[in-house]
Antibody
Framework: QVQLQESGPGLVKPSETLSLTCTVSGGSINSYYWSWIRQPPGKGLEWIGYIFYSGSTSYNPSLKSRVTISVDRSNNQFSLRVSSVTAADTAVYYC???????????WGQGTLVTVSS | EIVLTQSPGTLSLSPGERATLSCRASQSVSSSYLAWYQQKPGQAPRLLIYGVSSRATGIPDRFSGSGSGTDFTLTISRLEPEDFAVYYCQQYDNSPLTFGGGTKVEI
C-alpha cells in the first residue's frame, strides 16, 4: 500500500524559506494529485496546494504568492517551499494523495515546523 | 471560496450513544465532493467518508454520511471508545479546497 513520509527542517527562522519533501513509497507518483495541507497547533486544517504528476499546480489563494510545489518523478517525491515565513506559518505540515473523485487518502504522518529566531 | 461550518463545536456523549455531526456549506457542493475525516491527538486525519456517503476502505458501518447541496451529516450509530476524536468535513469540489472547523466528540 502507498505510504507518504514528510521530511525537512523542524525549525525555520522568520523571513526565511520553509522547505519540505514528501517521499512516496509502495506505489508510483504517476497519475495522481499530490497535496500539502497544514494544521497550526490546536487549530484546524488548511489546504496549501497540489501538484499533478505531470507538473501542473493549484494553490490556495491565501498562500499563492509565497508557495511553490514541485515534483521529482525519478525519486517519487514532491516538495513544498514557503517563502518569507512568519510565526503564523508554524504548523504541522502533511502531505497527502488525491485521485480524481477521491479526496485526501492516504496522508503522511505530518511534520511540525516551527518558525522562530 | 466555499466556507464549511460544522456544528456543534463539541459533542459530549457516552459509549453506545448516537452521534450526529453537521456540516453546512456557504454554497452548493455540486459534485457531491464532500468528505469526512477523523483525527486523534498526534495523528494525521483519517478518511472516513467520501462522495457524501461512501465509506472508505476499512471503515466500520456504524459510520454513515448523508446530505446534499449545502447540508451534510455524519452519523455514528453507536459510539465505541475509539470514536472519541475530532471530525472534519471537507469539500473537494471547488478550489480552494476547504475544511470545516471540526467537531470534537468527547466523553
Amino acid at each position: 500500500q502507498v505510504q507518504l513520509q514528510e521530511s525537512g527542517p523542524g525549525l525555520v527562522k522568520p523571513s526565511e524559506t520553509l522547505s519540505l519533501t514528501c517521499t512516496v513509497s509502495g506505489g508510483s507518483i504517476n497519475s495522481y494529485y499530490w497535496s500539502w495541507i497544514r494544521q497550526p497547533p490546536g487549530k484546524g486544517l488548511e489546504w496549501i496546494g497540489y501538484i499533478f504528476y505531470s507538473g501542473s499546480t493549484s494553490y490556495n489563494p491565501s498562500l499563492k504568492s509565497r508557495v511553490t510545489i514541485s515534483v521529482d518523478r525519478s525519486n517519487n517525491q514532491f516538495s513544498l517551499r514557503v517563502s518569507s515565513v512568519t510565526a503564523a506559518d508554524t504548523a504541522v505540515y502533511y502531505c497527502a494523495r488525491r485521485s480524481g473523485s477521491y479526496p485526501f487518502d492516504p496522508w503522511g504522518q505530518g511534520t511540525l515546523v516551527t518558525v522562530s529566531s | 471560496e466555499i466556507v464549511l461550518t460544522q456544528s456543534p463545536g463539541t459533542l459530549s456523549l457516552s459509549p453506545g450513544e448516537r452521534a450526529t455531526l453537521s456540516c453546512r456549506a456557504s454554497q452548493s457542493v455540486s459534485s457531491s465532493y464532500l468528505a469526512w475525516y477523523q483525527q486523534k491527538p498526534g495523528q494525521a486525519p483519517r478518511l472516513l467518508i467520501y462522495g457524501v456517503s461512501s465509506r472508505a476502505t476499512g471503515i466500520p458501518d456504524r459510520f454513515s454520511g448523508s446530505g446534499s447541496g449545502t447540508d451534510f451529516t455524519l452519523t455514528i450509530s453507536r459510539l465505541e471508545p475509539e470514536d472519541f476524536a475530532v471530525y472534519y468535513c471537507q469539500q473537494y469540489d471547488n478550489s480552494p479546497l476547504t475544511f470545516g472547523g471540526g467537531t470534537k466528540v468527547e466523553i
